[in-house]
């Protein structure tokens, strides 16, 4: 509940219409992607300068405000639901592409820039900018380096982190802080660049943010291999690394999965296989994007590949891609409730995990579909459910936390690359134990003394109890 | 609750009948079959105009499941947002989850309508418009031609002149210039109910002819020019007499069994008429042609026939591209003398995110001969038109559509052709907004079709 005082303050910085609390702004922003999650806000506001943003933190910190940013609101983990009330700062006004500066090859914009926009225009120049979450179409910038997004590329351009080199970001306190710039080499002290990527607004609010880019690869060649066992494509994918081979996109897609991608796209994927590998090389020597597709089409059949399929053109590749994307939305299809992990593991146990998390669902008798990043180790099980069935809804949680203890005794994670947010705070201590918890905490404490930045996220009250204690 | 908490709560403890009607009203499943990824937002245009999540199909996907989850109470500001939907659907197709949004509106202004208190002016004016006009033929007829006398006799011009225009909106005053000259008589009037395929020959199909109810007093030309398109490629046609508006804007504004009823009354017409297919050459009218299947799909009666109905409409340029012998198209005369003519294309949203046909009006104009298709960018997006939507919301209507005109400027087009009334007027109104008449012309797409027949 804010004070009319502070809502008249909150109105002047912005002005009158920047600044909502009626009920259908509080409804509209109770929620993000994050399944079954929701909370009301006091209010939204929609800062348009890096003075505004200022401003309303001064007075968020002096009145003890929570304030969540917010960009597209598409996050997995709920870090954009107020949890503890507050104020939700929407950032989608501050979207401006500041600069592309082709002598340095950086990219300088405002966090609330379309990510799919940006990469439009990256292109356009015939430049790259590798991060490419698969919801690249509605995320924003600032939404992405606050979540360290990954995407398809990660196994050989890695993901958010490796390309953030300067920030702008404003402290609850208001102060304005610059972070690196377009500097290629920086160690003058601690690293904040990197500290606040991934802080998912736990820090600061991101006001700018310079990237690098690179240049484009000039050939890219995308393959499909299908497999009658589900083992032998989870192996396949260990054995490509073990290869010293580093294709840009490695994606792992299981026949549940690929069926409701096929029911959206109709591009022809096969039914009948139990998974599929997509994926993709590119660079600037033909000869050697079609040495390392060749390479990987003997590894596959090696393997046990029942067919293996180079796309035939650019835009066969492209719709391969889009299809791969929209799998998480298009799972949405079989049930109401679709919830989405995220666990990680090194890429030689990505056949164990996939077994594992087959097992687990079975134990619990939930459907779990999985796909991911599996060059990455990164894999998504993805359970297809109903929030009103209570009962089952217990099966899934509780299949979840077995899952991530496996991926931890695994020596993998709980999360990936979509963040620890309200969802995954109670495992984090699994994976950082309990003396990495309070060192965080204390960096926490340093930026925000007062816990106004996005407050119940990465920290929970009460950690899990581990299921198996180990290590 | 006390007047003077200051806390909005949301959800009111007494009985919000708008609510109630809404919970029985809207399909909870297909609410919650909504993941709230996002993806549907950048095809929004009110969501792009405003950048406010309330004004995005996730936002009032939120708003209808916030009522019937009795976190908020519908007020106006609800109210409001309903209305300030296009209903363009341009989120239905983009949507991996694959909810849809169209029904969920329909029902939501249905129980919308139902509950609201019109102001006393406006109630006369919607029954005479829903209930008295636009179901009946042969009053649209009679106002085609009183339209048509007050055209003529230059009282247009006397009104223009008198400065009673200036009353009324800008939008107003623009449209009324627009606004083609009104037949009194209709397509039947002056074809007949029955148009054999051209030149004696066997024909393909027999095809019904849906006229609208606008359409054919306002664009009777163009209905002419459907039906002798039709037949050039191969088609008996039949334009059934019983047939009357579809009932889209009925569906529209909330009137959903007004809008059954004159469904029911189409589907009688062409069974009667024994026709293969219904044709139809208004992305509008076609859209809720194809959905008389589910608008009808608890009515015993009518339910089989509908859906039998709805399988066979077909929009003309997807009957042409798809079934017809497709006849020979040649630019005549060239725009500037010497380069090919350009043209360009505005998608009917309802023909390309409904009917799923957007491809086939390209394909036609990519056959024409002297022609070149440059393609709009963001075609696919709603100009603003929206059945009634520019009257009743000027402003985002005209935002939408003076963003459309910079990419419309850019294809330096000498024709922007469009396959639904609505979308062909405010594309003429765009053109007359940014004086453009003078390089430009907005067109039908049959009737350029047709105009450029090779004979
Ligand atoms: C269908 C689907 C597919 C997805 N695929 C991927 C994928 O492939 N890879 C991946 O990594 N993620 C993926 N995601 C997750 C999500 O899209 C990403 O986490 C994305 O980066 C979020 O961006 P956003 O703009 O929506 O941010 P939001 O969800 O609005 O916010 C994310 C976090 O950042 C904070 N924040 C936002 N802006 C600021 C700012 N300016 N300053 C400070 N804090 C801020 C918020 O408080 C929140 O904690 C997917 C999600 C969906 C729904
Ligand atoms: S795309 Fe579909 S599932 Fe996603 S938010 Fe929009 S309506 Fe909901
Ligand atoms: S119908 Fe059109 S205007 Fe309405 S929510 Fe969908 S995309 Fe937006």
Redesign the interface.
């Known amino acids: 509940m804010l004070a009319e005082s502070i809502r008249q303050q909150l109105r002047q910085i912005v002005g009158e219409a920047w600044f909502k609390d009626d009920p259908e702004a509080l409804v509209t922003h109770s929620y993000d992607a994050t399944p079954m999650v929701q909370n009301l806000p006091d209010g939204v506001i929609y800062p348009h300068t890096r003075e505004h943003v200022s401003e309303i933190l001064k007075l968020a910190n002096e009145h003890r405000i929570p304030i969540v940013g917010r960009g597209a609101g598409s996050n997995l983990c709920g870090g954009t639901v107020a949890t503890e009330g507050g104020i939700i700062m929407v950032m989608n006004r501050m979207n401006k592409l500041i600069e592309i500066d082709q002598e340095n090859l950086t990219a300088t914009f405002q966090p609330g820039l379309n990510t799919k926009e940006f990469h439009l225009a990256v292109e356009a120049l015939g430049l790259f900018y590798p991060p490419d979450p698969s919801s690249m179409v509605i995320s924003t910038l600032g939404g992405n380096i606050m979540e360290c997004a990954g995407g398809l590329r990660g196994l050989k351009y890695g993901t958010t982190k490796d390309y953030v080199i300067g920030l702008e970001a404003v402290l609850p306190s208001g102060e304005i802080i610059r972070t690196g710039g377009k500097l290629y080499k920086d160690v003058a002290g601690y690293d904040l660049t990197k500290l606040l990527v991934g802080s998912e607004g736990t820090l600061a609010i991101i006001t700018e943010a310079t990237v690098k880019l690179l240049p484009a690869p000039k050939y890219k060649k995308t393959m499909l291999a299908m497999y009658k066992d589900i083992y032998a494509a989870a192996k396949t994918v260990s054995a490509i690394i073990g290869h010293q081979i580093i294709p840009a996109t490695l994606e792992f897609i299981d026949n549940p999965t690929l069926r409701v991608v096929e029911a959206f796209n109709k591009i022809g994927l096969p039914l009948d296989m139990e998974a599929v590998l997509l994926i993709e090389q590119d660079g600037n020597d033909m000869v050697q994007v079609e040495r390392d597709i060749e390479a990987m089409t003997r590894i596959c059949h090696e393997q046990g590949a029942a067919d293996v399929k180079i796309a035939s053109s650019a835009e066969e590749a492209t719709k391969l891609m889009m299809a791969r994307r929209s799998a998480l939305s298009t799972l949405a299809r079989i049930r109401p409730t679709t919830i989405l992990e995220d666990a990680t593991v090194p890429r030689s146990k990505i056949a164990d995990m996939v077994i594992e998390i087959n097992k687990i669902a079975k134990k619990y008798n939930v459907q779990i579909c999985t796909f991911g990043h599996a060059g990455d180790g990164n894999l998504h099980p993805t359970c297809t459910t109903d929030a009103r069935d209570k009962d089952e809804i217990h099966r899934v949680e509780q299949a979840f936390e077995e899952i991530f203890d496996a991926a931890i005794r695994m020596g993998g994670t709980i999360t990936g690359e979509h963040g620890v947010g309200m969802m995954k705070a109670p495992y984090l201590e699994w994976k950082v134990g309990e003396a990495g918890i309070e060192l965080m905490k204390g960096i926490k404490r340093a930026f925000d003394p007062n816990n106004i930045m996005n407050p119940g996220k990465i920290f929970a009250k009460e950690s899990r109890k581990r299921l198996v204690v180990q290590r | 609750m006390s007047e003077t908490s200051?806390?909005?709560k949301?959800a009111s403890t007494s009985v919000n009948p708008l609510a109630e009607r809404l919970k029985l009203t809207l399909n909870y499943?297909e609410l919650?079959?909504c993941?709230?990824?996002?993806?549907c937002?950048?095809s929004c245009p009110t969501f792009k105009e405003t950048?406010?999540?309330?004004a995005s199909p996730r936002?009032r996907l939120?708003?209808m499941k916030?009522v019937v989850d009795d976190?908020?109470?519908p007020?106006e500001?609800?109210r409001e947002?309903m209305d300030l939907c296009l209903g363009c659907r341009a989120c239905e197709p983009v949507?991996?989850?694959?909810v849809k949004y169209g029904q969920l509106l329909e029902q939501t202004r249905d129980a919308i309508e139902k509950h609201t208190e019109h102001r006393w002016w406006v109630k006369p004016i919607r029954n005479a418009v829903f209930k008295q006009l636009f179901p009946n033929q042969k009053r649209m007829r009679l106002l085609g031609s009183a339209l048509r006398i007050y055209q003529r006799f230059g009282i247009q011009g006397l009104v223009q002149k008198s400065g009673f225009m200036k009353l009324l909106p800008d939008t107003m005053s623009q449209m009324e210039r627009i606004l083609p000259e009104a037949s009194a008589k209709g397509v039947i009037e002056q074809l007949g109910t029955y148009v054999p395929a051209s030149g004696g020959r066997k024909p393909i199909a027999t095809v019904g002819m849906f006229r609208g109810c606008i359409m054919d007093v306002l664009f009777t030309e163009t209905n002419i020019n459907t039906v002798k398109l039709l037949s050039e490629a191969g088609f008996d046609v039949v334009i059934p007499e019983a047939q009357n508006c579809c009932g889209a804007l009925h569906a529209h504004s909330g009137e959903l069994d007004q809008a059954r009823e004159l469904a029911k009354k189409n589907v009688d017409a062409f069974r009667t008429a024994g026709v293969d297919y219904i044709i139809s050459n208004a992305g509008g009218c076609g859209a809720l042609l194809v959905e008389y299947g589910h608008l009808l799909h608890d009515d015993p009666e009518y339910a089989e026939a509908a859906l039998n109905f709805a399988e066979n409409v077909k929009d003309v340029s997807q009957m042409l591209m798809e079934k017809g012998n497709i006849p020979q198209f040649a630019v005549k005369e060239n725009g500037s003398g010497h380069e090919r003519v350009a043209v360009t294309y505005q998608d009917s949203c309802h023909l390309r995110n409904v009917m799923k046909a957007g491809n086939a009006p390209r394909d036609l104009m990519n056959r024409i001969e002297g022609a070149r298709l440059v393609e709009l960018q963001g075609a696919d997006r709603c100009c603003g038109s929206a059945g009634i939507y520019n009257l009743v919301q000027p402003q985002m209507s005209m935002d939408i559509l003076d963003h459309k005109m910079e990419h419309v400027k850019q294809t330096q087009a000498h024709y922007l052709l469009t396959s639904n009334p609505g979308c062909l007027l405010q594309m003429k109104l765009g053109i007359e907004r940014e004086q453009m008449s003078e390089q430009m012309k907005a067109v039908h797409i049959v009737d350029f079709l047709y105009e450029n027949l090779v004979k």
């Open positions: 200051i806390k909005p949301l499943d919650s079959n993941i709230r990824c996002g993806f937002q950048p950048g406010i999540e309330a936002g939120a708003l916030a976190l908020m109470v007020d500001a609800f947002q949507c991996p989850a694959d």
